[in-house]
């Protein structure tokens, strides 16, 4: 019998070493980067902390894939802004998961 599972691990997303510095150049780039910049430099630096407190690299490929996201769905976000569509008609998801009890 082996002592070797029998499936495989899943490994979460791992960025090449420039993802940061990358992803920072991008966000300093855009006409958001008054905002996105301090605001990704803060989760940035929780991550970090996060990561040497436990030992976990989860938080820092986390935040990446967030703000990756985020960057990569603002043209699509701007698009629908200056279609002028209505958007009042949302409604919280919190609301929605009420409504169904």
């Known amino acids: ?12 997303y791992a960025p090449a070493p420039g993802a940061p510095a990358e992803l920072l150049d991008q966000l300093r ?14 989760e940035w630096t929780a991550a970090l902390e996060e990561s040497r ?3 976990s ?3 820092l490929y986390e935040t990446l894939q ?3 996201a985020r960057l990569a769905s603002a043209p699509a976000v701007d698009a629908f802004v200056a279609s002028g569509h209505d958007d009042g008609a949302f409604v919280e998801a919190a609301e929605l998961r009420s409504r169904r009890r």
């Not at 780039?29 to 803060?42: I, L, N, S, T």
């Open 1 to 12: 019998m082996s002592a070797q599972p029998d499936h495989a691990t899943v490994l979460p």
């Open 57 to 59: 690299l989860a938080a």
């Open 53 to 55: 407190r436990t030992f």
């Open 66 to 68: 967030v703000w990756q």
């Open 29 to 42: 780039d855009d006409r958001r980067a008054p905002q996105w910049v301090p605001a990704f430099e803060r």
